[in-house]
């Protein structure tokens, strides 16, 4: 049975680059090609050996999109595809689950090299001496539910505005961003936000605020 790769990102051309890039690795793979998370999403109802995943698309930004894929898909291996160059943004995304990194920067054989790597089962990531992060694990602990409340609040909502969206009670918010500020180990609202700034992959992550 022929390897089946899903490459989502939404600028075509690189989706061809990458396509190129998987047919060098898995001469006969299944190449499907996503341009949204979502549509990466239903691609993966059917078997797939691995998920090529922009961080940046229409319906997804930064690393929550990888939380996401790895709570659906534990077992899957999936590559990051970004055009981040920080050490850190390598480092969180191997922290959350990544298999490999490839920043869009990187030449046709360095994609290759990449690809193999994660299709004998190894990790590939750009060079890089960062710690692991402990604020990241924290945020790793949120349920998906806690995650859509929490990225709400970084929008400004207030509790009412968030039931609303996500069609729950006021109650139910209120206790999921209880148990958020305990695992995150804030007390505000604003150290909740600047805490989960982390994920994000185009701007420098915010320090952890003391309480």
């Not at 077992?75 to 055009?83: D, E, G, K, R, T």
């Given at each position: 049975m022929?390897?089946?790769?899903?490459?989502a990102?939404?600028?075509?051309?690189?989706?061809t680059?990458l396509?190129?890039?998987?047919?060098a690795a898995?001469?006969d793979?299944?190449t499907?090609?996503a341009?949204?998370?979502?549509a990466?999403r239903?691609?993966l109802?059917?078997?797939?050996?691995?998920l090529l995943?922009?961080?940046?698309?229409?319906?997804?930004?930064g690393?929550?999109?990888?939380?996401d894929?790895?709570q659906d898909?534990?077992?899957?291996?999936?590559?990051?595809?970004?055009?981040?160059?920080?050490?850190r943004?390598?480092?969180?995304?191997?922290?959350?689950?990544?298999s490999?990194?490839i920043?869009k920067?990187?030449s046709?054989q360095?994609?290759?090299e990449a690809l193999?790597a994660?299709?004998?089962g190894d990790q590939?990531?750009?060079?890089?001496?960062?710690?692991?992060?402990?604020?990241?694990?924290k945020?790793?602990?949120?349920?998906p539910a806690?995650?859509?409340?929490?990225?709400?609040m970084?929008d400004?909502?207030?509790?009412k505005?968030?039931?609303?969206?996500?069609?729950?009670?006021?109650a139910?918010?209120?206790?999921h961003?209880?148990?958020?500020?305990?695992k995150?180990g804030v007390?505000?609202r604003t150290?909740a936000?600047m805490?989960?700034?982390?994920?994000d992959?185009?701007?420098?992550?915010?320090?952890t605020?003391s309480?």
């Amino acid at each position: 049975m022929p390897a089946r790769i899903i490459i989502a990102d939404d600028h075509p051309l690189f989706r061809t680059a990458l396509g190129h890039a998987v047919a060098a690795a898995w001469p006969d793979a299944d190449t499907v090609e996503a341009s949204s998370a979502a549509a990466a999403r239903a691609a993966l109802q059917h078997h797939a050996d691995c998920l090529l995943l922009d961080l940046h698309m229409e319906d997804s930004q930064g690393l929550s999109a990888l939380m996401d894929f790895r709570q659906d898909f534990p077992a899957l291996p999936i590559v990051i595809i970004s055009a981040s160059e920080e050490a850190r943004v390598y480092a969180a995304a191997a922290q959350l689950g990544a298999s490999a990194f490839i920043p869009k920067s990187a030449s046709l054989q360095q994609m290759r090299e990449a690809l193999v790597a994660v299709r004998d089962g190894d990790q590939w990531f750009p060079d890089a001496e960062v710690e692991a992060d402990g604020d990241l694990a924290k945020i790793a602990s949120l349920t998906p539910a806690q995650r859509r409340i929490l990225d709400r609040m970084r929008d400004g909502l207030l509790n009412k505005q968030i039931a609303y969206e996500l069609d729950i009670s006021e109650a139910t918010v209120k206790a999921h961003i209880t148990a958020i500020f305990r695992k995150l180990g804030v007390i505000s609202r604003t150290q909740a936000a600047m805490l989960s700034a982390k994920l994000d992959v185009d701007q420098p992550a915010a320090n952890t605020p003391s309480a």
